[in-house]
């Protein structure tokens, strides 16, 4: 059964960092593509990042570029997204996501690409 979970999601300080993991079980992530998006309160659920197959293109939404950056590890079936310079508007539930097939062009950051999704991890930058 093919299951993504999120963690690494907490309570943080504008200025400050975190690090989503999200790990794959009973799937090869392979050449997937995997995105994080997120959805805060009241909110549609937007794509935040995404990286692609075998070249590894990423993508991000203009709003985390700089801040923000996505990585896998095959070897683990992990995919990562550091986050750093938080602001109170990146507060949300961050989801990851996987294709079923291999996606070796770049990723987009559209929910119809996507079709397993994990639980989500709450994400929140206050003072």
């Known amino acids: 059964q093919l299951q993504l979970v999120e963690s690494g999601g907490g309570l943080v300080q504008p200025g400050g960092s975190l690090r989503l993991s999200c790990t794959a079980s009973?799937?090869?992530?392979?050449?997937?593509?995997i995105a994080w998006f997120r959805q805060a309160p009241g909110k549609e659920r937007e794509g935040v990042s995404c990286?692609?197959?075998?070249?590894?293109?990423?993508s991000y939404a203009d709003s985390v570029k700089g801040r923000f950056t996505i990585s896998r590890d095959n070897a683990k079936n992990t995919v990562y997204l550091q986050m750093s310079s938080l602001k109170p508007e990146d507060t949300a539930v961050y989801y990851c996501t996987v294709t079923k097939n291999g996606y070796l062009g770049t990723c987009p950051l559209t929910e119809d690409t996507y079709a397993y999704w994990g639980q989500g991890t709450q994400v929140t930058v206050s003072s």
């Open positions: 990286i692609g197959g075998a070249r590894g293109i990423t």
């Open positions: 009973g799937f090869t992530l392979g050449l997937a593509a």
